[in-house]
């Protein structure tokens, strides 16, 4: 299909972040987009802010017959939409051109210049950076991101389209559409084992990523993971390597050793190792496409991350409180680390909300050994997504799990009032479902106090 030739694009779950950015892109490049979502949020506010029109309830009526011109318009759909969708399947029934977000994704990068970044963790942060980047740079890009940019306020950074930066999702094996010039892989530790099965089959999709990457490209690993590549890791001997860390009023200030130079005193502000490490090989694939060092270091200090990635709402002597998206049991071992390393000696209440039934159940030991590590727990009920409900998994049978003393299922209703009972002076609110919803609550609340 040739996207010159398609002149009306509509969306199907249209408020998803990754779709939200695809709409943002068609309509910059003059393209007559639309969409149904069944959740009016900021994300659909935005696009409605350009003039582009978003429908929340599921009916054909509500499609506009300029969007009904099989030539010349292009359906795009997320797999988080249920099979039963009304507008889908009047679409599919008429013999649209219907694709996949990763699909269209694909269609996008293949005339261009791409840089790919691939992952079970860390994905989001690394693309808005190395967006971010190449950017301050000058290079002529589309970045797609998976969250909201705080440098950008948008899931878009749109500076030229020879070039390409995105996310390579493996949910739904969804980043084989892909074929980049450069690609890394941030880690590969099991997760959506409802679509693979389990841990080998994950893997094997990652390889199978890895040979999708043209013949003359370059793939970065980090170090350790079982796969030939340039590799990058912290303090160690891999060809892009962080040495000499130190901390410096709340950010972080180390060399890089690359295969070629030393890159010193480099600036980094986002807390947290696993950040360090996404900053590290965000640089190497800039420094591998040909960007100059010393605005590469410009830039880097520059980066101000992705909201609700360690994000800070409130920040003062007495009272910190942070949110952030980590949703699998590494990633709250992640955001446990940078929150000890920022504030070793504070008490730290957790409040945690997990996300899907599949991801609880098939994770619940290591789930449980996380959350056990803060000083409180607060957890809340599994958000379900696209999930129905398993018997037995539940948030309570997690709660049992966790060795902690200061431990409690809460419901939304009550979270303040239990938050005030707390003598903690750093709150993390933590989770991928709609934890975000609270966050503007506990903000407005402890912002008067504090």
């Known amino acids: 299909m040739n996207l010159k030739d398609i002149h009306n694009i509509f969306f199907i779950g249209i408020g998803g972040i990754g779709m939200s950015a695809l709409a943002r892109y068609f309509h910059a490049n003059d393209k007559n987009v639309a969409g149904y979502d069944k959740t009016q949020t900021e994300i659909t506010d935005g696009l409605q802010d350009l003039g582009i029109e978003v429908h929340f309830k599921d009916a054909i009526e509500n499609i506009k017959p300029v969007f009904q011109n099989i030539e010349s318009t292009l359906v795009v759909y997320t797999p988080a939409v249920p099979a039963d969708n009304e507008e889908l399947g009047y679409f599919k029934n008429h013999g649209f051109n219907v694709l996949k977000r990763a699909q269209t994704l694909g269609l996008i990068t293949q005339n261009t210049f791409c840089l790919a970044v691939a992952g079970t963790h860390g994905k989001t942060t690394t693309t808005s950076i190395l967006g971010h980047l190449m950017n301050v740079c000058n290079v002529p ?16 950074i749109l500076n030229g389209t020879e070039v390409s930066v995105v996310e390579a999702d493996e949910f739904d094996r969804s980043f084989l559409t ?10 590969m530790d099991a997760d959506h084992l409802d679509v693979y099965g389990d841990a080998s089959e994950l893997e094997k999709s990652f390889v199978d990523f890895s040979r999708n990457i043209k013949s003359n490209g370059k793939l970065f690993i980090r170090n350790g993971l079982p796969l030939k590549g340039i590799t990058y890791g912290i303090e160690d001997d891999s060809d892009y390597t962080i040495q000499n860390i130190k901390i410096e009023n709340g950010a972080y200030v180390f060399d890089v050793i690359t295969p070629k130079t030393v890159l010193k005193d480099l600036q980094f502000n986002l807390p947290g190792r696993h950040n360090l490490s996404n900053a590290l090989i965000a640089l ?19 980066y101000k991350g992705v909201k609700r990635r360690f994000t800070y709402h409130i920040k003062t002597d007495d009272f910190v409180f942070i949110d952030d998206y980590a949703h699998h049991p590494e990633e709250i071992n992640a955001v446990h680390q940078a929150v000890r390393e920022m504030y070793p000696n504070k ?3 957790a409040i945690f909300q997990p996300h899907l039934y599949t991801r609880t159940k098939d994770f619940v030991d290591d789930f449980a050994k996380s959350l056990s590590q803060f000083d409180e727990l607060m957890l809340l009920d599994i958000y379900p997504a696209r999930e129905l409900p398993i018997e037995g998994v539940t948030s309570s049978w997690l709660l049992d799990k966790v060795n902690n003393k200061n431990k409690q299922l809460v419901t939304k209703t009550e979270l303040m009032s239990k938050i005030h009972e707390s003598s903690a002076q750093v709150i993390l609110t933590i989770g991928a479902g709609d934890i975000g919803e609270e966050v503007k609550h506990i903000k407005k609340e402890f912002s008067v106090a504090s």
């Open 141 to 156: 890009l589309t970045a797609f991101l998976g969250g909201i940019s705080e440098n950008y306020n948008s899931n878009l």
């Open 178 to 187: 892909l074929s980049p010039d450069l690609a890394c892989i941030t880690s």
């Open 284 to 302: 190497a694939m800039a420094v591998e496409y040909g960007c100059p060092h010393q605005q590469l270091a410009k830039a880097l200090a520059s």
């Open 347 to 349: 008490k730290v209440l």
